[in-house]
Each structure stands twice: as C-alpha cells, then as structure tokens.
C-alpha cells in the first residue's frame, strides 16, 4: 500500500508561481510511475503532467505545456509540481497519483484508470 499526501495549494492572484508537493510513504517513489491531475467543480478530473520512475520521460496536457514542471526526488520519495503564470482556469483540486506497474507509455499515463493510488487532493485557486 502506498500514501500520497499533497500539500503546497493555496489562494493566489493569475501570473503567480506555485508549487505542489506528493509525499509518498508505503512505497518506495522509484517504484512508482507518477502524475498529477486536477479538478474543477462540475467537471471531471483531467489529467496534468506525467513523470517516469526514474523522471527521465515526462508528459504535459497541452493546457500547461511550457508552464508547469513535473519533477521528483527519488530519496525524498516526493513529486513536485511547479507551476507558473497560473491563470483563473487553473483553479482546481490538484491530486497526485501513483501508479505501480513497469514501463512508461506516455498515452496510458493520462488516464485515470492506469493509476493505483490517490492522494486526498490540494485546492489550487487563481484569482483573475
């Protein structure tokens, strides 16, 4: 069994930075392949950006291409999520995600269903 637990969300104004944090226990992190994903009220949870187990693939949803970083630390055993020049359409629960089967497949790893474990979420909110 793994825990992911987020932390780093926050009320901030569009253009800002901000960073999220996945503490993961139960599991070594290098074991696991990671994502992060959001959502918006009355929407579904999308998929955000990708990260391999040894971090050297990575994936990004179009909407954050070029504005978010996905990274981790192996001996820390935590994911990060860097985000710039937020806008009010970032505004979401963000929530990491685990996933503990080998490989890297940069199309299954946008899908929900790939993933193992969720951590309880971060709300994230851009004000405009």
């Known amino acids: 069994q793994a825990q992911l637990v987020e932390s780093g969300g926050g009320l901030v104004q569009a253009g800002d930075s901000l960073t999220l944090s996945c503490a993961v226990s139960?599991?070594?992190?290098?074991?696991?392949?990671m994502a992060w994903f959001r959502q918006a009220p009355g929407k579904e949870r999308d998929f955000v950006a990708g990260?391999?187990?040894?971090?050297?693939?990575?994936v990004y949803a179009d909407s954050v291409n070029g504005r978010f970083t996905i990274s981790r630390d192996n001996p820390k055993n935590t994911m990060y999520l860097q985000m710039n020049s937020l806008k009010p359409e970032d505004t979401a629960v963000y929530y990491c995600?685990?996933?503990?089967?080998?490989?890297?497949?940069?199309?299954?790893?946008?899908?929900?269903?790939?993933?193992?474990?969720w951590g309880q979420g971060t709300q994230v909110t851009v004000s405009s």
């Open positions: 995600a685990a996933d503990t089967h080998p490989g890297w497949n940069p199309k299954s790893a946008t899908r929900t269903s790939e993933y193992d474990y």
């Open positions: 139960g599991r070594t992190l290098i074991s696991l392949t």
């Open positions: 990260i391999s187990r040894s971090g050297g693939n990575t």
